[in-house]
């Protein structure tokens, strides 16, 4: 604080100096602290406040609300724990402390920290990004199994993928999942994986143990190695409660081995089911264009059908008989017409007829008995007999007496006992 | 159709083909022909899944080489 200038400060405003101070030194500001709980209080706030202590010094602590909410775990008095947090300031009491964000349990000790600075530089690198998560075949052909081939995993998996989807082949490549040399084979074996062309997808873990036996798989040349790997890979280390590194950067956490088995190969069973649907849908389709096929042809062939041509049948008869009623009508008239013309001749030929003479009171004269016409006094002699026609019958007469006249002027005739024989003879003889 | 083709292979043609008639812009011809390689495809793929044993094999690396054997579980 500078001396120079003569003033008196309030110890608000040294406090808060202070304060300034250590919040805004990095090297206070989130650090891993470990030391054992005393004076424990759960705060009707909700807030933790306890301290941590070790055989030397006492460090005053705050976890906040927010903070505590989803701790796994409960803390108290003499329990050793790792805390994160940052130094701050209390400003009402004039007391630093630290403000903790993340607390675990002593008893993972050194490594569980290191799992947890690892997790947080491959999270800055991007290495657990979903960016980078492979997306894995719905049916594969082949599944890569990186575990030890003498575990219970491998049981476990082989078991069943061999229920569930059989046709996905397994190529299991032996490694050895735990001790020393463990991360350097599970490195080599994910190396052969992606030489062998031929998977699909792998499944890379093993089954539970301590924190130590699952460590190979918290190592960062796996978790690199894992991130490299062009076959999608899927993380199945110890139980539903253990986590790991690789877990972070496998393209699929498995909780267990045998969930790896269920979530890389489908159930053949609904497989089954949804061939079915697709068929069952192929002949829908089929059914619905055939019958869509069926209408059009329908369209068509409605003009075939018997109905329709007997109906055109029809309308060409009536169009017929149309044509021949009317052609009779036709003919019909013509022969009214004829008929009329015929009635009109025979009327002329009536009055032309020697019948028609005689009702106009001429006679005919025959000679008897060969009933030859007389029309000329040539023709008979005194004493023939002869038949007179009349309109209304006729005479039987002797031939008395035969005079020539001259030519046709009438007075030439025939002297009968009838005078009117004479003059119809004359009248004919006129004609 | 071959017998070569893999599992997922046959399935995602029959899906496509399923997708194909479902878009209906198929003539009747192709449509008969998409069906009858969708029903033969649905055959297929019943027949692997119900009548394929597993194969299991493990993969070793011996002098830089790169081969397959039956694996043997105790």
Redesign the interface.
């Known amino acids: 604080m500078p001396d120079t200038n003569f003033k008196i400060y309030t110890i608000k405003e040294v406090t808060l100096y202070i304060k300034d101070k250590l919040t805004s030194d990095p090297g206070l500001l989130n650090i891993w602290i470990e030391g054992e709980v005393s004076n424990f209080v759960h705060h009707t706030s909700g807030h933790f406040y306890f301290t941590l202590k070790d055989e030397h010094s006492q460090l005053p602590c705050a976890m906040f609300r927010w903070a505590n909410e989803d701790l796994k775990f409960k803390i108290e008095d003499g329990m050793k724990i790792i805390a994160r947090g940052s130094i701050d300031v209390y400003t009402p009491q004039g007391r630093y402390n630290l403000v903790v964000s993340e607390v675990h349990p002593k008893g993972i000790g050194e490594l569980y920290l290191k799992f947890l600075q690892l997790k947080e530089k491959l999270a800055k690198e991007g290495l657990f990004d979903v960016e980078f998560k492979k997306p894995l075949?719905?049916?594969?052909?082949s599944v890569?199994v990186i575990t030890s081939?003498?575990g219970a995993a491998?049981?476990d998996i082989?078991n069943i993928?061999?229920r569930r989807?059989?046709?996905?082949?397994?190529?299991?490549?032996?490694t050895m999942v735990q001790g020393e040399n463990a991360s350097e084979d599970i490195v080599r074996s994910i190396g052969?994986?992606n030489?062998?062309k031929n998977v699909d997808v792998a499944i890379l873990g093993r089954g539970g143990g301590s924190i130590e036996d699952l460590w190979p798989f918290n190592e960062e040349i796996v978790a690199r190695a894992i991130f490299d790997s062009k076959v999608p890979i899927i993380s199945a280390v110890g139980h539903e409660t253990d986590f790991t590194i690789a877990d972070f950067v496998a393209d699929l956490r498995a909780a267990t081995p045998s969930a790896a088995a269920e979530l890389v190969v489908p159930d053949?069973n609904d497989?089954?089911r949804n061939?079915?649907i697709?068929?069952e849908?192929?002949y829908q389709?089929?059914f619905s264009?055939l019958r869509l096929?069926n209408k059009h042809f329908e369209g068509v062939s409605h003009l075939l059908k018997p109905k329709v041509l007997l109906n055109r049948i029809i309308q060409y008869q009536q169009h017929t008989d149309d044509l021949t009623s009317s052609l009779l009508i036709q003919i019909q008239h013509k022969l009214e017409i004829s008929y009329g013309r015929f009635n009109a001749l025979t009327e002329m030929l009536d009055a032309v007829s020697p019948l028609a003479t005689l009702k106009r009171g001429y006679s005919i004269t025959l000679k008897l008995p060969e009933e030859h016409a007389i029309d000329t006094v040539e023709k008979t002699k005194e004493g023939d007999e002869v038949k007179v026609i009349l309109q209304d019958g006729e005479m039987r007469c002797n031939v008395e007496k035969v005079i020539r006249t001259h030519g046709y002027s009438g007075k030439e005739a025939l002297t009968c006992k009838e005078v009117k024989n004479e003059t119809e003879k004359e009248d004919r003889k006129e004609k | 159709m071959e017998e070569e083709i893999?599992?997922?292979e046959a399935?995602k043609r029959?899906?496509e083909?399923?997708d194909n008639?479902?878009k209906?812009q198929l003539s009747?011809d192709e449509?008969?022909k998409?069906?009858e390689e969708?029903?033969k495809l649905?055959k297929l793929?019943?027949k692997?899944?119900?009548e394929?044993?597993?194969?299991?094999?493990?993969?070793?690396?011996k002098n830089g080489k790169?081969l397959?054997e039956p694996?043997t579980?105790?």
């Open positions: 075949p719905r049916y594969p052909n890569g081939p003498t491998i049981k082989l993928m061999n989807f059989p046709s996905a082949k397994v190529l299991v490549i032996p052969l994986l030489k062998y053949k497989v089954i061939i079915a697709l068929r849908t192929i389709y089929l264009i096929q | 893999s599992f997922e399935l029959l899906e083909i399923v008639l479902e209906g009747l449509s008969l998409k069906f969708g029903i649905s793929c019943n692997k899944l119900v394929t044993q597993q194969k299991v094999e493990k993969l070793m690396e790169l397959t694996l579980t105790e």
